[in-house]
Every structure is written in structure tokens, then in C-alpha cells.
């Protein structure tokens, strides 16, 4: 190929995959490589799981898309399907995490504007990921993503992720803040866990209540049983107003959903929000034959399982050279000391131990491999990380 036509928004790899199947994807010498990143927390079923091929399969050759002017069918069983595991009322089905987080901060704008407020602010954390869509990019920490798109800064109010104590002073500053949305483990960020862990939500929640805001959580990442639970707010007592994922959602086909319950539960109405392609038949039963697969197995036990051995087995070996570990289930940060230079560490895993690895925040090694690997699998991983970055030389 003489040029590529594609806009050069991607760092790409040199690298391409024809196959894929399980935890393994191929290049076309049929070379397979052990995917720990499923393409960013999205295959963790695994690579063209037969429940949910057979679903787009039959599907395909069944009705493809009518409109949500008319009843949808699988959209309804999908809607049961995911509300019932995440504990939620009802579910506006989007196409992506970005479309997700967009519909709950309008709803967090329409909640405010039913209150009266005049200039909404939701309050977000420090090295958050929404998304890319201007309200989403706005809601993001990340400099490089906000950069040269006049960003809506006055929307939003930052505080240190995990600290409560700022979201208080914020409460004490501000007379129009309307809501509160986070990710329960800051995935893009650097794999971060709140420092009391999921009792941060706890307290954030009270706070929310105390202040009649919307407790609105991001678990585009975290959800569809990554870290060992549907979502990962239920390893806390907290209930969310609002709650959204994609990635997992669709085990590779693009779909997202944005979840209300409590005091978001009457806020969008006929005509206040939609989308053409939301919820289609298609992407509807792969969302069903998605849940099927997670409630219907131990596969989220497996993924707490599997997620701390690794995590375990690869401490044991580095911990006592400054190597710690941190995140839930699937979900596996393994950080290296602060002043690492890890640039090399994809590239080595690729082309040396045929494992597919992503570095996040500088220093923090992200895994997020399927959610059903195998204990043999799991072996792998670890002692392919532990073989990288030994052979990395890095460390002191
Ligand atoms: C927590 C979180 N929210 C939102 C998004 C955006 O999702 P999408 O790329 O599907 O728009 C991502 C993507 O990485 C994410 O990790």
C-alpha cells in the first residue's frame, strides 16, 4: 500500500491479528499471542466466543435493525438482562462508552435544571477517562486528549480521585454542583484504586444524598464482570443514581448503555434523548447472550480468581525489587518503581514473549485479559510479564 487513507489518530503497532479465538489472537503465519488487554477490557468472554457468535450469526440472517421508533424485542430482554445484575431501573442503550457517559451527563444537566440551578457543575476526578465527545473530553483529566478543543472547563469541578475531603470543599465553594461521576478504578489513568477502596464510594454516595446530587459512576471499563462482580460498585454498599459501561457490554460488537435508578429514574422522557442505532436487534441480543454467558457461569469467580493469582505470582517474583500490585479481578495494574522507564516494556512483551501488554500513567503495567483464562493461561501471563521485564533490564 502506497499511503494509508486513515486520519492519524492512532500510535498503532506494527503489528496486525487475522484471528482470534479464546485468550490467543494470530497473525496470518497463524503466530498466536496471549492476549492480556482483549482490546482494552472489551473481549472478556475472550476472542469470538461461540455463545455470542452463534448470536450475531443468527441474528444477522434474522432482522438486523428496525428503528426505536417501534418495540424491539431483544432490546427489552437485554434491558431485563442488565438491569437485573446491575441492580439498576431501567437502561438507555448507546454505541459506545463515550455515548454512555454523554446521555448521564445530560441527565445530570436536565436533574439540575429541574432544580433550578443556572450553571451545573459536576464534580470529576483527576486522571479520569469518559471519552472523547466534547462533554466527555470535557469531563477527562487527560491533558493530551483535551488539548486545542476549547474543553466546557466551567462544567466541571476537579478533585484528587479518592479524596473526599475535596469533594467536601468543593461542596462548601460551589452553590451549583449536580452531581458526582467517577470511575470506581481509574482504568486509562493508570489503573487506580481509591485509597480506602470501594468505601470511597460509600462516602461519596452519602455525600450525594446529603446534597440531593446524582451519584453517577463510569464503569465502561469496570463492568460486565471484569473485577469479579457485574459491576464493580457492588463490592461497596453504595447504590448509584446513574450508572454506564460499553467495552465488555458486547464482547467486541460496539454498544454501550447509560443506567438510572433513584433520583435519576424519571428524568429522560419521549423525545429528550436518543439514537438511530441504539440497541438494534443486533446489538440488543448480543448484549443478552453477553449476560447469558456472565450470570450463567462461574466466569466472574474466575476472573477474582485468576486476576489475584497473577497478581500474586508476580509479586512473589519481583516484589522484592520494588514491584507492587494493585485493582480487582481482571483488572490488573502491576507497578513498577515511580522512576521506571517502562517505553520499551510493550514492544519486548510483543516481539519476545508473544504477549500483548499495555503500560498505562508511566510506571503501571495494565492487564486485562480475558475473563474465563485458564489457570495454564494465567501461568503464562505471569511468567511472560516476569520474563519481559527481566529481560528489559530495568529494574534496580
Ligand atoms: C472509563 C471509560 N469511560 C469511557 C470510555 C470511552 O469509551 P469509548 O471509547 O467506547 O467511547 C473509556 C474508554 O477507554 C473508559 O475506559
Redesign the pocket.
Known sequence: MSRSYLMPTYARQPISFVRGQGSWLFTSDNTPYLDALTG??VCGLGHCHPEVTRAIQEQAATLVHTSNLFEIDWQERAGEALCLAAGMDSVFFA???????EAALKLARLFAHNKGLQRPKVIVMDK??????LL?VSA?ANPKARAGFFTLDDDFIRVPFGDIAAIKQAASEHDDICAVFL?PI???GGLNTAENGFSFLDDVAALCEANDWLFML?????GNGRTGKPFAYQFSQAKPDVL?T??GLGNGF?V?ACMVSGRATDLFGAGSHGSTYGGTPLASRVVHSVYEVLTGSDIMLNAEREGDFIRQSITDELGSQGVTSRGQGMMIGIVLPQSTDCSKLVEIARDQQQLIINVTGAHVVRLLPPLNLTRSESEQVAQRLIDTIKAAQILA
Open positions: 482494552i477490557a454505541n459506545s462508552g463515550a455515548e454512555a457517559n479520569s477517562f469518559h471519552g472523547r465527545t466527555t477527562t470511575e481509574q482504568g486509562e463510569d464503569e465502561v471499563q469496570t454506564t460499553a467495552k460496539p454501550g
